[in-house]
């Protein structure tokens, strides 16, 4: 008897013939109408308006109109209700005889039409508004799929883009020490080569504990006081309960390479940089300092890819935009990155 539905679907059009049987039955026998009738006319009645709603379903599952109130659903309704009508009287003449048919429905024909109406109008709103909700959530589904995947996209982006800026500054270095100290320029190599192979095969959206990223950003900072000597220094504060923490990977180097660029560049004095990592209730506070000459930074050009693709990536990642902030204190610069948990 059930149009294919879901097994939900189904349950409900049960309950719905159950309890309307219920209500109908209890409703003639206050009217005085013959228990063997009573219990017929809410049998029958209840069987066909759950199959009436079962059409109504299976026409507003395929075809789903912009509005719940249009003519064309009104028509529909008021077939179905001529179909109800039709299909009760030929039960009664058929099981009760044309006299109890006379005596005990034809009376009620309108009455009964007319609440048969409302009570398809109610299922026809039911259908439709379940189904425009279904549209709704699957839309927004589509939307949240498309979001993710260009945020992906944006982040691979951002990962092919920060694999060459930092290549190409090392293969510059090597170069340069080619000439003047081969075995450090080959040192420098193998350190590449071992700082790559980590980097390589890590997926952007894909975190690490902080301990790895910091192993990471190590075996980077070996490069750099190569081509620096003994002009790079690292301090590094990490508090030991933090170790675990996930963050996105290689986000600590471009902050690295930032205050390298805007430290050492413009100066030819020692510069230590110092690089914090410790927990507070709003998540994991990560922390990088470094000297820098005003009056150098005012000069410098550059695209300043490093800071913006930190801070875009964080956006993307967890949908905040003020998770990386900068001051200055004399000559000091700071970043600040704070990692949801």
Known sequence: MFIRASARVQLLFIVWTVVASLVLFCLLLANHFPIDIAWKDALFSGLIISFISQILYFIQTYYHAKSPVNFSNFGLILVLTVFYQVLINSAFKLVLGNERWTRYILPFEGARAYIVFFILIAISLYWWIN????????????????ERALTKAELDNIHQQLQPHFLFNSLNSIGALTEINPKEANRMILLLSDFLRGTLRKDIQTLVPISEEIEQLKRYLE???????????????????????????????????????????GSTEEVTIYIGVTNSENGLQIEVRNPYDPDYVQYKTGKGFGLTSV???????????????????????ITKILIPQ
């Open 131 to 146: 189904k425009n909700k279904q549209i709704q959530s699957q839309v927004q589904q589509q939307l949240i799929e498309q």
């Open 223 to 265: 490069i750099e006081k190569i081509r620096f000597g003994h002009r790079l220094k690292t301090e590094f504060d990490i508090t030991e309960e933090c170790l675990q923490t996930p963050v996105p990977p290689l986000l600590l180097q471009p902050l690295i390479e930032n205050a390298i660029k805007f430290g050492l560049y």
């Open 311 to 333: 801070k875009r990536r964080l956006s993307l990642l967890y949908n905040q935009y003020d998770l990386l902030t900068t001051e200055k204190q004399d000559k000091l610069f």
